[in-house]
């Protein structure tokens, strides 16, 4: 863009710098020259010195100095602030002017070399007559200096060429052309830079000066004027601090000048340009707040100061500008590290800048609305001599003149036509749409999405307003859903309202379909007449039909419009719309709703779809058509008004397909799912209702799932919480809230109309063939087909049960560890109504604990289900825990052969080994036969048959066995020696001749076996009578391997008398009878008693 | 007097817009709803203090060049916004909390109400808010302890169990 009038110009946003001119340099033809030049302005970083530099020819003509004035007696400002004087300070009028000029001190023609360069000096001087313009002189020579002091000739020479060119020894430089040019160059330009400072001191002190000349009643101006140069010089010296202090001076002096009309302009435009100075020179000082609060001062006084109403615009101009230029600045000041925050940053400026653009829009359209007829005046009073302004805001037609009374008000009223007509041509929009995407994208910055919203809105209905009506609907539709998803209907229907004008205008049927569908829908606060004329729009519109114009458009934009509507019918043929709902609130909304969360397989799955329309005047649908997870099912559920009666359909009126707003209609549909989906889930991925025909146009509403759109989750969780008791409603009609989606449902087996028992007589006994009777029963009414038996342990249980448990159909052999714990899919046969089939199952539990045995049965039947007929698998499954024990407890205890309890045997004596077999079976245990398996190191005395054979043990009872063994001697044996095996076969008493008797193997304890050196046998009669003799017999014998001495005494009983011939010996007995014991021999002795 | 005042739900949608003049509806309801972005970054940033040290009133949202927009938020999160018109200074920050005061008290007396539905928008001169009188919805009343004053449930005695609404 051009810069407009309301620019700021740009002397005015540049930072001042010390202006220096460099003369005598040929930076085109001159190498030298070149890199001196180059030194100077190439790659200046922050760190130089803040001087803007210029080549110029040595005889360049300055600006020239106005005479001093001696009196300002008489003197008449006609201004405040000549539109030049910025620029001649910054770019025209030099600080300081060098002279270049090549001359080494050894120089040989150095006399006319000297006047030479005094002739340049003198023609600069010439040209600055009258200025405080500082004059210097540099001498680029070829050799490297010596040290000061040491080169006598060049302190000679020098004095001489100061003398000559008339210059203090501190304005004349020497520049060697060496290796370290730039290091010089930054050398000289603090030098320049301080001449420049003092040049602006002089020239601050210079304008100071006149101030006492100055009286209040007719120098208002120059107070300003002078106080703004002041402040200027300030900035160009780098005094930001008194420049600062000077411009709010200057500030507070714009605002006591005595402001009228015509001079308002004027006043605010100067007031504008010292507000930027001063903002800017706060934030440069890091005082944001101080700028913030300058500004705001600034806004509040100028707000009020309209001046002409007929060129009100120009005031509003002015504020957005004032408003765009401080969000500049404070942009940059964020780029240069300041921090901004949500509530103060750049966005809120571009925003008020946008606002006050908008306002400059709607004056100019009143203010400027002449009739075509009225041409632009000739001349043109907005043309001057010079082509610029004498002074910043003055009018151009009375320049200069102070009068607050209009002397010329014809010429007046032609520069205010000028100026109103100039105006009609400005690119409004483009102006407002600029300053609000600034705003947008400091919001973006500063975490505002809603104010960003807003704008975007905003340039989205200025777009709109300038006929671009693309970019509008972009801008819109990508808003809209923000406002939709925060529910802010009343937002969201005028933004709506808009895109739909956009829409129409522009004849695009999708969006001109998709947002009549929403401002006739809930989210829509639009009146009745509106949505009443919105529905028949689009009822036209679907009957391939030009719509209606949308209201308060642009008459020509209309025509247009219509000729591009006639262009879509007449392209028309097939126009299918497909508008996913669930990104908007339409005015039609669906609810699926399965009847059940699960359908056996052989009845008929049902589900209603709701619909509802929510706008003013009943609606026809074409088509409406549910879509599943298995497209199989589609074709079942449409509805379509060609087709004939339809047995899906409830209540078969004429008005099914015609929807009465606010009234719930329910559709239901049925279908018999395929039984390859049983154990599926059926799922309505989307329905699909067409509004319109395929000959016109068709819209078709695509809900995904079971229905719902943006706003209903918020709806359903609102219905949910509320506790309001809703109205009676006739019994065929429900409340639309109370309706809660279910899209899923499952496909479960026919429910099996079979028995199945299991007998059997728990708890099972390890090891046993533990029968099971399964018995079968059909209840159904015809005949069952593919009966097929699971059974075993149920899976899933522990690893282990897998390993101890087998299960067998044959119960007539012991079943080993290769038989499986489960049989799976043993087929019966069929079976025909009420028939029953028994089945024997064998279990063999090899550990003891509880099972979990499963009895699994399934059949196929042929079922018709809404008169087809279909495969049913059915099948019906049984648990049963069962609890295995030990059939009986083995007891085993050695006793001697006088049944006293023995810890341990002796080597070569015959013991006793009990059993005792106690049953602890509930029910009763035949023993079929017990068998001892002696280890090889016993040996039996007697004969080892079992004692047990066939006994019959009920609970509790027990069965004890003997056997007489020896065990040789064998050494000693760490641990004991080993028994042998205790075998007990039996089986339950009730069990089935065939079933095989199981062995159970009983490992006997080892004993301890001790070999004893003599073993004493004492061999009595059981029995004795009184008066007879009693023999008694005492076997002993020597064990060892050795001749042993043996001493018996024998101590008689009081009881008994001895007899015999041993009497005497024995008598003696009170004396030891020594005798000696062979080896392995035994003795016997014999006493009577 | 405030020129607008609104009540915003928890999930950020109005629940209750009212603003005079009536004819500029719309840009109320803009400056409401993008006063939020401010509202969200306080209750964001004060989220960390302790609840029962929480400050209700937000103060200051943000300045417009007519308008002050104030906020306040409840323990629940509902929100009010007020906006005052920016020439009016008669209206200073004490004077802006007890507005807000007030305000609160008349929702709290809407929410008291056993005929509103927490959630459902206040309709503006609905059956719900602000009204001077016990309403009559159904079969039963509400019943209010003065007109004016807070909806209350009627007691048998003081201490006994709530009997009736």
């Known amino acids: 863009m051009s810069p407009t009038q309301w620019d700021l110009p740009v002397e005015l946003c540049c930072r001042p710098m010390a202006f220096v001119t460099l003369t005598g340099l040929d930076v085109v033809y001159n190498a030298v020259h070149r890199a001196v030049w180059d030194a100077f302005c190439a790659n200046r970083r922050a760190d130089r010195v803040p001087i803007s530099f210029k080549v110029l020819p040595g005889d360049h003509e300055y600006p020239?100095?106005?005479?001093?004035?001696?009196?300002?007696?008489?003197?008449?400002?006609?201004?405040?602030?000549?539109?030049?004087?910025?620029?001649?300070?910054?770019?025209?009028?030099?600080?300081?002017?060098?002279?270049?000029?090549?001359?080494?001190?050894?120089?040989?023609?150095?006399?006319?070399?000297?006047?030479?360069?005094?002739?340049?000096?003198?023609?600069?001087?010439?040209?600055?007559?009258?200025?405080?313009?500082?004059?210097?002189?540099v001498l680029i020579q070829k050799k490297t200096p010596l040290p000061p002091g040491e080169d006598v000739i060049a302190s000679e020479r020098a004095a001489a060429l100061c003398n000559a060119c008339e210059l203090s020894g501190k304005s004349l430089f020497v520049l060697p052309h060496t290796d370290h040019l730039v290091g010089y160059i930054i050398r000289l330009e603090n030098a320049f830079y301080e001449h420049a400072q003092t040049y602006y001191y002089t020239e601050i002190r210079r304008v100071k000066s006149h101030k006492e000349f100055l009286n209040k009643t007719t120098h208002q101006l120059l107070f300003v004027r002078h106080q703004f140069k002041i402040a200027f010089f300030s900035e160009l010296k780098q005094d930001t601090q008194n420049a600062l202090k000077n411009y709010r001076t200057a500030y507070n002096l714009v605002h006591e000048l005595r402001a009228h009309e015509t001079?308002?302009?004027?006043?605010?435009?100067?007031?504008?340009?010292?507000?930027?100075?001063?903002?800017?020179?706060?934030?440069?000082?890091?005082?944001?707040?101080?700028?913030?609060?300058?500004?705001?001062?600034?806004?509040?006084?100028?707000?009020?100061?309209?001046?002409?109403?007929?060129?009100?615009?120009?005031?509003?101009?002015?504020?957005?500008?004032?408003?765009?230029?401080?969000g500049d600045l404070f942009d940059e000041a964020i780029k240069l590290g300041l921090t901004a925050i949500q509530t103060q940053n750049p966005g809120f400026y571009y925003q008020q800048a946008a606002y006050y653009a908008q306002e400059r829009k709607q004056l100019a359209k009143s203010l400027c609305n002449h009739e075509a007829s009225i041409m632009y005046p000739n001349p043109d009073p907005l043309e001057t001599q010079t082509g610029v302004l004498d002074f910043y805001g003055q009018r151009s037609w009375r320049q200069g003149i102070l009068s607050f009374d209009l002397s010329d008000p014809e010429k007046e009223k032609v520069g205010v036509l000028a100026i109103q007509l100039k105006e009609r041509n400005v690119a409004h929009s483009e102006i407002i749409i600029t300053l609000l995407s600034n705003a947008v994208a400091q919001f973006k910055k500063y975490k505002c999405p809603r104010m960003k919203s807003h704008l975007m809105v905003q340039m989205g209905e200025e777009y709109y307003y300038a006929k671009d009506y693309t970019k509008a609907l972009k801008l819109l539709d990508y808003v809209m859903c923000d406002y939709r998803s925060e529910g802010w209907w009343t937002l969201l229907t005028s933004i709506l309202t808009t895109a739909l004008k956009c829409s129409y205008l522009m004849a695009q049927l999708k969006d001109y379909i998709t947002y009549s569908l929403e401002l006739l829908g809930r989210a829509s606060t639009l009146k009745d007449d509106q949505k009443s004329r919105i529905e028949k729009n689009l009822i036209n519109v679907l009957m391939n039909e030009s719509p209606d114009p949308e209201p308060d458009c642009d008459i020509f934009a209309v025509k247009t419009a219509q000729k591009l509507w006639a262009d879509r019918i007449s392209l028309a043929g097939s126009n299918i719309f497909t508008i996913g709902v669930q990104d908007f609130v339409p005015f039609v909304q669906c609810k699926a709703k399965f009847h059940a969360p699960s359908f056996h397989v052989d009845v008929p799955v049902e589900f209603d779809i709701y619909l509802k329309a929510d706008c003013p005047h009943p609606i026809r649908f074409s088509k409406l058509c549910v879509s599943f997870n298995n497209q199989e099912y589609n074709q079942f559920c449409v509805i379509e008004e060609a087709s004939k009666a339809n047995e899906v359909l409830e209540n078969p009126t004429q008005g099914k397909m015609c929807l009465v707003p606010g009234k719930t209609r329910k559709l239901l549909?049925?279908?018999?799912?395929?039984?390859?989906?049983?154990?599926?889930?059926?799922?309505?991925?989307?329905?699909?209702?067409?509004?319109?025909?395929?000959?016109?146009?068709?819209?078709?509403?695509?809900?995904?799932?079971?229905?719902?759109?943006?706003?209903?989750s918020q709806e359903a969780l609102q219905a949910a919480r509320s506790f309001k008791r809703r109205p009676k409603l006739p019994d065929n009609e429900v409340h639309w809230d109370s309706i809660i989606i279910q899209a899923s449902t499952m496909i479960i087996s026919r429910v099996p109309n079979i028995s199945v028992h299991l007998r059997h007589e728990p708890p099972a006994l390890t090891n046993e063939m533990y029968c099971l009777v399964v018995t079968v029963q059909s209840h159904e009414k015809t005949q069952i087909r593919d009966v097929k038996l699971t059974a075993g342990l149920k899976p899933g249980q522990d690893a282990n049960l897998t390993q101890k448990t087998h299960v067998t159909l044959h119960g007539t052999e012991l079943c080993d560890e290769s038989y499986p714990a489960l049989l799976t899919d043993i087929p019966v046969g069929d079976l025909h109504p009420g028939e029953q089939l028994e089945k024997m199952?064998?279990?063999?539990?090899?550990?003891?604990?509880?099972?979990?045995?499963?009895?699994?049965?399934?059949?196929?039947?042929?079922?018709?289900?809404?008169?087809?007929?279909?495969?049913?698998?059915?099948?019906?499954d049984e648990t049963v825990t069962i609890e295995t024990v030990f059939p009986f407890d083995v007891a085993v205890k050695f006793v001697s052969t006088k049944f006293e309890h023995l810890e341990r045997v002796y080597a070569d004596i015959?013991?006793?080994?009990m059993t005792d077999l106690l049953s602890a079976s509930p029910w009763a245990l035949t023993v079929v036969s017990s068998e001892l398996q002696l280890a090889p190191s016993m040996t039996t005395v007697d004969q080892l048959e079992s004692q047990v054979d066939n006994v019959v043990l009920q609970t509790g009872e027990s069965a004890s066995e003997c056997f007489c063994l020896r065990c040789p001697s064998l050494g000693n044996v760490e641990g004991g020696v080993a028994t042998g095996h205790y075998i007990i076969s039996w089986k339950r008493t009730s069990a089935m001749e065939n079933i095989p008797v199981i062995r159970t193997v009983i490992t006997l304890p080892h004993v301890i076996v001790e070999n004893i050196p003599l073993h004493v046998n004492a061999d009595l009669p059981s029995f004795g009578r009184v008066r007879e003799s009693l023999p008694v017999k005492y076997h002993l014998q020597n064990k060892t391997d050795f001749v042993q001495d043996v001493e018996i005494s024998v101590e008689p009983s009081d009881a008994f008398m001895f007899s015999g011939l041993k009497q005497v010996q024995a008598i003696s007995c009170g004396v030891y009878v020594d005798t000696k014991l062979r080896p392995r021999d035994g003795e016997l002795y014999l006493w009577f008693l | 007097m405030a020129v607008c005042i609104a009540v915003i739900a928890k999930e950020n949608?109005?629940?209750?817009?009212?603003?005079?003049?009536?004819?500029?509806?719309?840009?109320?309801?803009?400056?409401?709803?993008?006063?939020?972005?401010?509202?969200?970054?306080?209750?964001?940033?004060?989220?960390?203090?302790?609840?029962?040290?929480?400050?209700?009133?937000?103060?200051?949202l943000y300045p417009t060049e007519d308008y002050k927009v104030y906020g306040y938020v409840t323990n629940s999160k509902v929100k009010f916004v007020m906006v005052v018109d920016s020439s009016n200074t008669a209206l200073r920050d004490n004077e802006i909390r007890s507005m807000f005061r007030k305000l609160h008290n008349s929702y709290t007396d809407v929410m008291c109400n056993p005929f509103y539905n927490p959630g459902d928008r206040i309709h503006p001169g609905g059956p719900y808010f602000l009204c001077p009188y016990p309403v009559q919805v159904g079969p039963t009343s509400c019943v209010r302890s003065s007109p004016g004053g807070p909806y209350s449930c009627v007691r048998s005695s003081p201490a006994g169990p709530l009997i009736t609404w």
Request: one cysteine or more.
């Open chain 1, 669 to 712: 549909f049925k279908f018999v799912a395929k039984t390859e989906d049983v154990g599926k889930k059926i799922e309505i991925t989307s329905v699909d209702l067409a509004l319109g025909n395929e000959t016109g146009r068709c819209v078709v509403l695509n809900w995904q799932g079971g229905g719902g759109d943006a706003a209903s």
């Open chain 2, 13 to 60: 949608y109005p629940l209750y817009i009212r603003s005079t003049p009536t004819e500029n509806e719309l840009k109320f309801h803009y400056m409401v709803h993008t006063s939020l972005d401010v509202v969200d970054e306080k209750i964001s940033a004060m989220g960390k203090a302790l609840v029962d040290q929480r400050e209700l009133y937000l103060g200051l």
């Open chain 1, 910 to 913: 015959p013991f006793l080994l």
């Open chain 1, 263 to 326: 001079n308002i302009l004027e006043i605010k435009t100067m007031a504008g340009f010292i507000n930027y100075k001063i903002c800017r020179l706060c934030f440069q000082h890091n005082t944001p707040l101080d700028a913030i609060a300058q500004f705001r001062k600034h806004i509040d006084l100028c707000k009020k100061k309209i001046g002409s109403a007929e060129l009100s615009f120009e005031h509003a101009a002015w504020m957005s500008k004032q408003f765009q230029a401080f």
């Open chain 1, 64 to 137: 020239k100095c106005r005479p001093k004035r001696t009196s300002y007696e008489w003197y008449i400002p006609k201004g405040i602030l000549k539109t030049g004087w910025m620029n001649k300070h910054l770019n025209l009028v030099p600080a300081l002017v060098v002279v270049f000029y090549e001359l080494d001190w050894d120089e040989p023609q150095w006399k006319e070399k000297q006047s030479e360069c005094a002739t340049r000096v003198e023609i600069v001087r010439q040209s600055l007559q009258g200025r405080n313009t500082k004059v210097a002189v």
């Open chain 1, 841 to 876: 199952l064998y279990v063999r539990c090899g550990t003891v604990g509880s099972r979990m045995f499963l009895v699994y049965v399934s059949y196929l039947i042929n079922i018709t289900a809404e008169e087809k007929e279909i495969v049913c698998k059915c099948h019906k």
